[in-house]
């Protein structure tokens, strides 16, 4: 199969991170993580609207009364981009002051899932995967990681994925789609620096996993079973998500981060940090699950 890839849009972002698509408002959106906000684009238009927060923009999600609920640093707060509200709904590792909030999504049991990170270097398994409820309740999933990353869904949502970046495992669990509740911890792939350590990811309708190697510039596609269908190698060094999108969820957009200049290059490298169309894999997304709110 050929791919060809393209710029989708000319803006380069220092950290750009969780493409995710609105059905209901027709929209892309995509978190500039070291910006502190949180990108919009009209499909229809290509129009982008911003909107900005008082701290780094790990993760976000789509809620059932058109807000977005989103992890700023160690806060999840619920914001309404219409008035510009911002309400904080949970504190998550707040008296740890090396992590902050990453990888996050909603899951098809309503519920907010989200990791952290240390930001330190080396990192150490400092970080954890936490469930957050529409009334703000945080229940620890799972502790002793270094980036929790790469949260999914398979199609039926009775599997959820979850990744390690810094150890390179990708795992999956038993998923109840109504409680939230996981079953049993399996390996589905085991990861390097040379085939791409797992950053963001998102399932296909065939159950296919896709996982930004943001090690070796490649976008990973994973069979249900595990087995590597293709690793699409991507002009940039350092992937961090794949998305579908558009309104019939057949578009593949990835973010990335940018790089810095190396000064003994013959040219800058201008392409890291951008957003990129991938074409030619002939595959489509799920619909964006929505977080439950407390009123719902």
Known sequence: MTHTITRFIDTTYQLAECPTWDDRLNRLLWADIQGRSIQSMDWASREITTWQFDNEVGSFGLTDDDRLIVSVW?????????????EVLAEV???????????????????????????????EPIAGLYRVDGSGDVAEIRDELQCSNGLAWTPDGTYMYHSDTSPG????????????????????????????????????????????????????????????LAAIKL??????????????????????????ADPTAVEPDTLSGGLFLVEGHGKTGLKTYRFRTAKS
């Not at 160690?74 to 219409?82: A, G, H, Q, T, Y």
């Not at 957009?253 to 940018?258: D, N």
Request: net charge negative; with cysteine; proline share 9%.
């Open 169 to 228: 495992w990708i795992e999956y669990y038993g998923f109840d789609p109504e409680t939230g509740a996981l079953g049993s911890k399996m390996l589905y792939a085991q990861q390097t620096n040379d085939t791409g350590r797992p950053d963001g990811a998102a399932v296909d309708t065939e159950g296919n996993y896709w996982s930004a190697g943001v090690s070796a510039g490649v976008l990973n596609c994973f069979a249900p079973d595990g087995n590597l």
């Open 93 to 123: 590792q707040a008296d740890e002051p090396r992590t902050r909030l990453n990888d996050g999504k909603v899951g098809p049991d309503g519920a907010f899932w989200v990791g952290t990170m240390d930001t330190s270097s080396p990192r």
């Open 74 to 86: 160690d806060k999840i707060v619920l914001f309404d981009p219409e008035s510009g509200a911002c």
């Open 235 to 260: 002009p940039v060094d350092k992937p961090t998500m794949p998305c579908f999108c558009g309104p019939d969820l057949d578009h593949l957009i990835v973010t990335s981060i940018k790089q810095p």
